[in-house]
């Protein structure tokens, strides 16, 4: 069993920064990737950008060169530092850790992003 638990949501202006924390229990490397994934209102989830256990990472086109994701296994522990933020990157964002052999993956419960104008 795998909780996932994310923190460093909040409000900022346009064109401000934010970090998102997603703090891992549990026996993480077992799995193959840890992703964020975001969801507005209305909208469905969005996958936002990923990274392995290999640190391979990859983004979304809507938020690359914007936002950069990292790990820290000692901490057990995936970053996503958000630079010059607008207004449609407002949602909820959502940890997300993936085995792909069994298709297991667990969720946090999300934390609450908004950018104002």
């Known amino acids: 069993q795998v909780q996932l638990v994310e923190s460093g949501g909040g409000l900022v202006q346009a064109g401000g920064s934010l970090r998102l924390s997603c703090a891992a229990s549990?026996?993480?490397?077992?799995?193959?990737?840890m992703r964020w994934y975001r969801q507005a209102p209305g909208k469905q989830r969005e996958w936002v950008a990923g990274?392995?256990?290999?640190?391979?990472?990859d983004y979304a086109d809507s938020v690359k060169g914007r936002f950069t994701i990292s790990r820290d296994n000692a901490k057990k522990t995936v970053y996503l530092q958000m630079n010059n933020l607008k207004v449609e990157d407002t949602a909820v964002y959502y940890c997300?850790?993936?085995?792909?052999?069994?298709?297991?993956?667990?969720w946090g419960q999300g934390t609450q992003v908004t950018v104002s104008s």
């Open positions: 549990g026996n993480i490397f077992s799995f193959d990737v």
């Open positions: 990274i392995t256990f290999g640190a391979n990472t």
């Open positions: 997300n850790i993936k085995k792909y052999a069994t298709s297991t993956e667990y």
